[in-house]
């Protein structure tokens, strides 16, 4: 099973709301990313985790808070975001040594308002 | 820092033709290269993954080569089909421990029936 989950689909809110994103894999990967992707750009490093610890943050605003519970589970808690905060956001994960082939899931589709 | 280039841009293809779309990289202390595939408002599907110590890698009617020294990659489709329209994005993972994925801009591909 090389499948990535994202939850929600798509989301919608406005600056003032607290939301999370949901990611979720079950190919025992021990490293997860969280990209962001602006339309016709390539997806943008975040955040990556590599067995459960942060290990990369790339200078992302506090308003975008990750979260790793555990080693299947990834999770991007969202506050007092801005309209230009509207993206796709990407889940994704690895093996953090050998191939370290990365594997995406479907994405999320943020609007903020 | 690494810089990853893609040519061309876009291109839109008769069906059943043959296509290169190109690659380079500006650093060859690279750990792999991988090629993905991206459908509009879709995540990105894994095509190809190379390893450094790797000159190609075949799947399919899909053929990935990669030569570190010059800082180049082709994907090589054969007998292009109306389904292979996307966008192909290649992106690096740097030599050192911890994966961070550098994308390029990606190539946009029409194949018109």
């Known amino acids: 099973d090389t499948e990535v989950t994202q939850t929600p689909k798509h989301l919608v809110m406005g600056m003032t709301n607290k939301k999370s994103l949901k990611c979720e894999q079950h190919?025992?990967?021990?490293?997860m990313y969280w990209y962001k992707q602006k339309a016709k750009k390539p997806p943008e490093l975040m955040f990556v985790?590599?067995?459960?610890?942060?290990?990369i943050n790339e200078s992302v605003p506090s308003r975008f808070s990750p979260e790793c519970p555990n080693s299947s589970l990834l999770n991007l808690h969202l506050h007092a975001l801005q309209p230009e905060d509207s993206a796709l956001y990407l889940c994704?994960?690895?093996?953090?040594?050998?191939?370290?082939?990365?594997?995406f899931g479907p994405g999320t589709r943020l609007t903020v308002l | 820092k690494q810089e990853v280039t893609q040519i061309p841009a876009a291109l839109s293809v008769p069906e059943g033709e043959n296509l290169v779309l190109n690659c380079s990289f500006t650093?060859?202390?690279?750990?792999?290269l991988q090629w993905f595939r991206q459908d509009p408002g879709k995540g990105l599907t894994s095509l190809l993954l190379i390893q450094s110590s790797q000159r190609e890698q075949t799947s399919g009617r899909l053929n990935a080569s990669l030569d570190k020294s010059s800082g180049r990659s082709t994907l090589y489709i054969a007998a292009s089909q109306p389904g292979d329209s996307a966008t192909y994005l290649c992106?690096?993972?740097?030599?050192?421990?911890?994966?961070?994925?550098?994308f390029g801009e990606g190539t946009q591909l029409t194949v018109n029936p």
């Open positions: 994704a994960s690895s093996q953090p040594r050998q191939a370290r082939e990365q594997f």
């Open positions: 992106a690096v993972d740097r030599e050192t421990s911890g994966s961070r994925l550098t």
């Open positions: 985790y590599s067995y459960e610890k942060l290990s």
């Open positions: 650093d060859s202390a690279i750990y792999n």
């Open positions: 190919m025992g990967h021990r490293a």
